[in-house]
């Protein structure tokens, strides 16, 4: 018998038209752009996989939410429905909202972080890696031994426990601001962390002292993950795996523009009563009062519901199983992709599928080109565009452990037929795939790089499409 596809646990009710333009006018758009995809508008692409983060279809609770905004400057009702939720969820003492993740990343580097103190991380996200550079801090990543094989394990996300200890013994605590968490771990392909992992990087954490975060945007996704993977826990919801989850660390920092299931928003949780005190300083002076933080009253109503819903067991069977099926008609189509997939998007190796073009020509950046020529598809290099360049600290010359491209899957926005679509268009890239050429920098700014930099094409072959 047929396997089934995933199904969603929901219906559309409302929908938006989209366009696609054809081949001439995307290679045209493409040329304007400095062949750079985050400078296309958003008219020129047919279906964008650039990221996940605020992209996501609201319920009809939280539309309906959404008139219930209470738009009172202080101590509005919005902030005291949201500040139950997070407690309820997360169980931390304080709540500083924000307007997203980074806002509450600069705020934070920005309270505890001295000039030359390491932030260790399983693997910075950008803009976390972006925001530790940009306040002095030299950030470190200490992945796990199988996140880079090629083997598909569970909890490829992990933190390396022995390098952690290891780095800890060999520097005074002094000199570690913080260690984090990234959870699931975005840029090692979404994977999530096992909730052994976190408690023994929490014990280490709690034994020298050392502050502990959590990067937090897809904890729901993380929570999943564990249930489904991880001995002992097949019987606990996903609350309270998150609460276990929680209850390990410090504080938290979150993009609500993912398992927020919002299209903008973001906070800070931590139980640190004299931290919150500088914190909530730093929020009044660049996000707003401490009851919105940068967010409209309604906002905080669509993340109260949001947050509840992307914890149903039902949405994040779906989810996942979708990314999953996604992942296996890229491979089906001839692109070696990261296995397993994790909570959020697929990511197609470039490095293995592109070999004859090296990654100071950006391998990611052509598949990247041919997606978009190809198909009006959107996706995101993830390799050494993004990762690569000159560290502002130490002048070194940087490299991405992987050359990927990040197809990203909007949360209850696609249908299977659109990730057909998708996967068809990958079948035509393969075919042509000699002929895809690398790309060359030809301007580029100090921090993230990747979204402003314009980019030449090393052949014009390199974007050639085939009707
Ligand atoms: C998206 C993301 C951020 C940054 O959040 P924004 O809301 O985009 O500012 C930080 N860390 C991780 C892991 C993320 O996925």
Same mark, same amino acid.
């Given at each position: ?36 995809? $985050? ?10 996989? !650039?990221?996940? +983060?605020?992209?996501?279809? /609201? ?37 500083? @909202? ?9 705020? %934070?580097? =920005? ?26 801090? *030299? ?5 796990? @031994?199988?996140?880079? +094989?090629?083997?598909?394990?569970? $909890? ?21 601001? /913080? ?8 840029? #090692? ?5 096992? /909730? ?13 002292? *050392? ?56 906070? *800070?949780? !931590? ?12 929020? *009044? ?15 905080? &109503? ?7 819903? %992307? ?41 293995? !599928? ?37 560290? @502002? ?19 209850? #926005?696609?249908?299977?037929?659109? !990730? ?6 990958? &079948? ?6 000699? =002929? ?23 052949? +014009? ?7």
């Amino acid at each position: 018998m047929r396997k089934r596809p995933p199904a969603e646990p929901y219906r559309i009710k409302s929908v938006e038209p989209i366009k696609l333009l054809v081949p001439e006018e995307r290679l045209y758009r493409l040329r304007q752009a400095n062949y750079n995809v $985050f400078k296309l508008d958003g008219s020129d692409i047919y279906l964008d996989l !650039l990221t996940d +983060s605020g992209t996501g279809a /609201m319920s009809a609770r939280q539309w309906a939410a959404l008139m219930l905004g209470d738009e009172t400057y202080a101590g509005a009702r919005s902030f005291r429905n949201f500040e139950k939720t997070v407690k309820e969820i997360f169980g931390k003492r304080f709540l500083l @909202p924000c307007h997203q993740g980074r806002s509450a990343e600069n705020m %934070v580097f =920005s309270t505890v972080l001295k000039k030359g103190q390491y932030v260790l991380n399983n693997t910075h996200f950008d803009t976390t890696r972006g925001n530790t550079l940009h306040k002095g801090g *030299i950030p470190v990543d200490l992945p796990c @031994p199988e996140a880079d +094989s090629e083997e598909s394990i569970p $909890f490829k996300g992990n933190m390396d426990v022995v390098k952690l200890e290891a780095f800890i013994r060999e520097h005074t605590p002094e000199q570690i601001a /913080m260690v984090i968490m990234t959870i699931t771990n975005n840029s #090692v392909g979404g994977q999530p962390v096992s /909730m052994s992992n976190i408690h023994e990087v929490s014990r280490i954490c709690r034994y020298y002292r *050392i502050p502990f975060f959590f990067d937090c945007a897809r904890f729901a996704e993380n929570a999943f993950f564990i249930k489904r993977d991880e001995p002992g826990y097949q019987n606990k919801s996903i609350a309270e795996i998150t609460t276990e989850m929680f209850a390990c660390c410090d504080g938290a920092m979150m993009s609500a523009k993912k398992d927020g299931l919002a299209n903008i928003g973001g906070f *800070i949780i !931590l139980d640190d009563e004299e931290l919150f005190g500088k914190l909530t300083e730093m929020l *009044i002076l660049i996000e707003g009062f401490p009851t919105y933080g940068g967010l409209a009253g309604r906002d905080l &109503e669509v993340l109260s519901v949001g947050l509840k819903e %992307v914890m149903d067991y039902d949405y994040l069977d779906f989810r996942i199983d979708q990314v999953k099926y996604f992942g296996e008609k890229i491979k089906e189509a001839g692109i070696p992709i990261v296995e397993p997939t994790g909570g959020h998007a697929v990511f197609c190796d470039a490095g293995q !599928l592109l070999p004859h073009i090296p990654p100071e020509q950006f391998p990611g950046q052509s598949l990247t080109a041919a997606f978009y020529v190809e198909g009006g598809v959107r996706v995101v290099e993830i390799g050494s565009l993004m990762f690569g360049g000159v560290d @502002p600290n130490t002048g070194e010359k940087m490299t991405a452990r992987r050359e990927l491209v990040r197809m990203a899957l909007p949360r209850r #926005v696609f249908t299977n037929s659109h !990730l057909d679509y998708i996967a068809a268009t990958a &079948e035509r890239i393969v075919a042509r795939k000699e =002929s895809l050429r690398g790309f060359e920098i030809t301007r580029e700014p100090v921090f993230l790089r990747h979204f402003t930099c314009d980019l030449k094409a090393l052949n +014009s072959e390199s974007v050639m499409v085939d009707g």
